[in-house]
């Protein structure tokens, strides 16, 4: 087994869990948001964008609106997809925590 | 309201990338969740609650991004990574600070909504009230009035001193010689108003008329468009006729001919040269309609008979004079005219009203009360809403103590207190201007129509209502900080931090808050008293007996075109005909005719004098009431003849000179004798007394029965008239078959201000009503809103003493024994303010005394119905708090001791 890497996550665990729904397709905004408040992070809706707007900016995700209706009225939703470099950056922050709980756990075996 | 035209609006306000990359998704989601919840909400009060409540939410949303994007700007000051923005670094701090103020203001909003609803309805109700009577206070009675310089203008008057009578007319003879005396007025002009009909090319058509005397359209300040004004030789005797028209009626009627000046139209029975255009929108009375203006004609030395002929005057004071100078100088020159005409001038002054006030009437104290009601609404809304904040700032007391803990001055926590305050007023404030808007109307809907109250047509939520609002939301809002800081003040934070409870205000807290209690108590029965006043009032008005019967009685009133009619012979023929017409209409009972329509506040009168006992030289006869009447007026207002007989075709004859008089007459001239058969002076011919009738409220329902004296209509038959027609048990059913009747005699009658008589009568007391009902409706808000404030109290007090109820049941009290406990704190409270109330009441009533009627401002009725009906509220109100008292769990109650 390699060792494991010595470096910090490319993720915050908010853009971990962000980019983590995207991985099964693209996903309006709200959704996104509704699920990264299913684990306890509650985020404004302004907040929440901004994060998302930084992801944009990164390279991380894209973002488009596509209109839909509700009512009798159109509305544009932001809809975002993740993007090579995202998926990339999910899979090593993955990665970081893998490592991490299995060094935590070769540690608990050896002390045990 | 989340539609995309304020979502534009919204981005607008924030920095560019903000906006694009921060709002925009943001709100697009906001409009997903209103819009899925409007489709699922089943009731149009549901949709309207998500609307109010979306729009908050945006507003949170704004303040938000701005939030997020001012953190950007100190991020990249710092030189770390983030979200570029638009504001300047030095006014980052400060901005970003009020801000987050407003910010915390509208989440404390959202997280209590209970508070919330409450105090929101409570404010908005009160600053509502206050827009919506201000909005039509400012119309009628703070709107510069569309002359220059209006308030120098006023109304002449005149009182006879020795009946309290008074009337807007000045006797002709009097007006000539007050225009050459008076030293306080620039200038009087005598003016007046009639319809005639303009017969040009094609078919004649109806204009209302002004007559100016000399100087009038001078004294309004009113410069002609085209050609010239009216001047003083118009209106001498003989001069060629001429007339001015109205910029309106030469736009519509001639086309705005340029070269009208000159031209000749005829105008029923004479031809008149026009010679100019009144600029546009002049009129005069201001809510009146001018179509035409031509010359009063009027003699410029004084006639003999000084006061056989009336006319309106206006005068405009000199400049630096006031409306007082003007009355000194009024009652000198009254006096002088009394020492030198005895005979026609005793007892008879003249006084000035303001133009205004002369327009307004009985509506300007109606609408003073009004406003004087609803500020008092808004007392008790404040007194209300600063016990809720009272209520409040008990949660709030650890919140605020951490702040203090943490360092936060008590500037920076008053600002917060302020801005909540603030907040809260303005949203309150901004509900309030929607609920104004349609007040107003509401409000101009009820006030009677066809008085001469100037601006009611143009009753509108402008700037002026606009500030006034806003002035009364941040007085309202720094009141609230007040209190708000009261209980802040007197914190110490560390002693509440390591208190585990924190749940009780200080002393001086519960000492305001019962303060605020009794004052709206006190403020409640104020109204209260108001309210019941009125209402006495209108009861004793529609117990009065005018004298006449109002039910089932059609009235008209009735001009024929004067260029056919100018014989007398031809309108006997006419009236003879259109009676007979009128009379086989279906239900149709009696037809009468009379120039004064009862009940509309005419109260013109004549000289009386018997010749037998001529009054002594130096001296003026009384005046007794003056009326034209037919024989089938007092037949259609059943009006009962007492002696001799009504009018008939004998009295037609010329040389017949015959009066009815009333009761109230022969009791005071021909007290030990029969009147039927005597004569009555008559200038310098006398007239014989054929019948006694019963006498009549003339003038309206609160007059006395006054002294009349009819003439017969059947001498001379006017051109123009108010008919009476008595039918079956729906007057109205008549009205089209009686007016074809008329038609079909005359085409070209003007028939007008079609009612029934109950109408009329109706009418006469419609400002009491209004403000019956209006005073009625803030005197129960303002009760509810009293019982909610001492609820709010007595939930409070009995929470704070649930201990001790609980160790005295444990002791043996009784369940009856804690609520009569409870009861008698808020039988205190209540004592307390229905004393102060009943003094402020008693001593406000007063102001009422224009419109009271038949009831003393002391009425021990109504102090009685007022306090009885505050104390059974306070006392329900009590109860509820009372009875969660007494069930109180001792055991539990112990063992949490």
Known sequence: MPPPPRQLPPLSHLQFLALGVLLAGDEPGRVIRDVVASYGLQRTGAAFYQLMARMERDGLIEGWYEPIVVGDQTVRERRYRLTADGARAWRQTRAFYESVAAAAAERRLSNA | ?897
């Open chain 2, 1 to 897: 309201m989340p539609e995309s035209r304020l979502g534009q609006w919204l981005a607008q306000l924030l920095p560019a990338r903000t906006a694009a990359d921060v709002f925009e998704p943001a709100w697009e989601d906001l409009r997903i969740a209103y819009l899925t919840r409007r489709e699922r909400a089943d009731s149009s009060l549901a949709r309207a609650a998500l609307r109010v409540a979306y729009t908050l939410l945006a507003v949170l949303l704004l303040l938000d991004c701005w939030r997020l994007a001012i953190a950007s700007g100190f991020q990249r000051r710092e030189g770390r990574d983030a979200l570029p923005t638009l504001i300047e670094p030095k006014q980052t701090e400060r901005f970003a600070m009020v801000v987050y103020l407003v910010r915390h203001a509208f989440r404390q909003l959202v997280r209590e909504p209970a508070f919330t609803v409450a105090a929101l309805l409570t404010l908005a109700l009160g600053v509502g009230a206050n827009a919506a009577v201000f909005a039509v206070v400012e119309a009628v009675l703070l709107r510069p009035l569309p002359y220059t310089n209006a308030d120098e203008l006023v109304i002449l008057n005149h009182r006879d001193m020795r009946t309290g009578i008074t009337k807007e007319y000045i006797a002709i003879g009097d007006y000539v010689d007050l225009v050459g005396a008076t030293s306080a007025f620039d200038s009087i002009a005598a003016y007046g108003r009639g319809q005639t009909a303009i017969v040009d090319r094609d078919e004649p058509y109806r204009v209302d008329v002004l007559g100016a005397g000399p100087g009038l359209i001078e004294i309004l300040g009113a410069r002609p468009v085209l050609g010239r004004t009216l001047l003083p030789e118009d209106s001498r005797q003989g001069a060629p006729p001429v007339m001015m028209l109205s910029h309106e009626t030469w736009q519509d009627r001639f086309a705005g001919d340029p070269s009208i000046v000159g031209r000749t139209v005829r105008l029923e029975q004479s031809e008149r040269q026009i010679v100019g255009v009144t600029p546009p929108g002049f009129t005069f009375p201001p809510n009146a309609t001018t179509d035409v203006v031509i010359p009063l004609t009027l003699p410029t030395v004084a006639p003999a008979g000084r006061k056989n002929g009336w006319t309106l005057a206006i005068g405009r004071l000199k400049p630096g004079r006031t409306i007082e100078d003007a009355a000194t100088n009024l009652t000198a020159l009254s006096r002088q005219m009394e020492k030198d005409f005895p005979q026609t001038n005793l007892a008879s002054e003249y006084f000035p009203l303001d133009l205004r006030t002369s327009l307004a009437g009985n509506t300007k104290p109606a609408l003073m009360l009004l406003f004087a009601a609803v500020g008092v609404v808004l007392l008790i809304a404040c007194a209300n809403v600063a016990n809720l904040l009272l209520a409040r700032s008990l949660g709030r007391r650890r919140e605020m103590s951490v702040r203090l803990a943490l360092g936060a001055g008590g500037a920076r926590l008053a600002a917060q207190l302020l801005t909540e305050s603030l907040v809260l007023a303005l949203v309150a404030g901004a509900a309030g201007v929607l609920m104004a808007y349609w007040g107003a109307q509401a409000l101009v809907a009820l006030l009677p129509q066809s008085s001469s109250v100037p601006g009611l047509d143009a009753v509108r939520i402008n700037a002026n209502v606009l500030g006034f609002t806003l002035g009364i939301v941040v007085l309202t809002a720094l009141v609230f900080a007040l209190v708000a800081a009261l209980t802040v003040r007197s914190e110490k934070a560390v002693g509440v931090l390591n208190t585990s409870r924190g749940s009780s205000i200080g002393a001086k807290a519960r000492r305001a808050t019962s303060t605020l209690v009794v004052a709206e108590v006190a403020l409640a029965i104020v109204l209260l008293v108001g309210a019941g006043l009125i209402l006495r009032s209108f009861a004793s008005l529609l117990a009065v007996d005018p004298g006449f019967r109002t039910e089932n009685v059609l009235t008209m009133t009735l001009q024929l075109p004067g260029n056919r009619y100018q014989q007398v012979a031809a309108r006997e023929g006419f009236y003879r005909t259109a009676f007979e017409a009128m009379k086989g209409v279906p239900g149709v009972q009696e037809v009468g005719a009379a120039i004064v329509m009862p009940l509309t506040g005419n109260n013109w009168t004549a000289p009386f004098e018997r010749p037998e006992q001529p009054v002594p030289a130096g001296e003026r006869p009384p005046e007794v009431g003056w009326q034209v009447a037919s024989n089938g007026y007092f037949k259609a207002l059943q009006i009962p003849l007492v002696a001799g007989r009504l009018f008939d075709d004998r009295d037609g004859q010329p040389n017949t000179n015959v009066v009815i008089i009333s009761e109230a007459i022969r009791q005071r001239f021909f007290p030990n004798e029969s009147a039927v058969g005597k004569q009555v002076r008559q200038g310098d011919q006398t007239a014989e007394i054929v019948g006694v009738v019963g006498n009549i409220r003339r003038a309206g329902l609160r007059d006395e029965p006054r002294a009349d004296m009819y003439f017969p209509f059947e001498q001379n038959r006017p051109g123009q008239v108010s008919l009476f027609v008595r039918t079956g048990p729906d007057p109205q059913r008549a009205t089209t078959a009686l007016q074809a009747a008329i038609k079909r005699v005359e085409p070209n009658a003007n028939i007008d201000r079609v009612q029934t008589l109950s109408e009329v009568a109706s009418e006469s007391e419609r400002v009491t009503r209004v403000v019956l009902w209006l005073l009625g409706v803030f005197a129960v808000t303002s009760l509810a809103l009293a019982a909610v404030g001492i609820y709010g109290v007595m939930s409070y007090a009995v929470r704070q003493r649930t201990r001790e109820i609980g160790t005295r049941i444990a002791l043996g009290a009784t369940r009856r024994n804690i609520v009569w406990l409870v009861l008698q704190q808020g039988a205190a409270i209540a004592a307390v303010g229905t004393v102060v109330g009943l003094v402020t009441g008693l001593a406000t009533t007063r102001f009422l005394k224009s419109i009271l009627y038949g009831v003393s401002g002391s009425d021990p009725i109504v102090l009685g119905g007022a306090v009885t009906l505050l104390v059974v509220t306070i006392m329900l109100a009590c109860y509820i708090p009372a009875r969660r008292a007494a069930s109180v769990d001792p055991a539990k109650t112990l063992a949490e001791q």
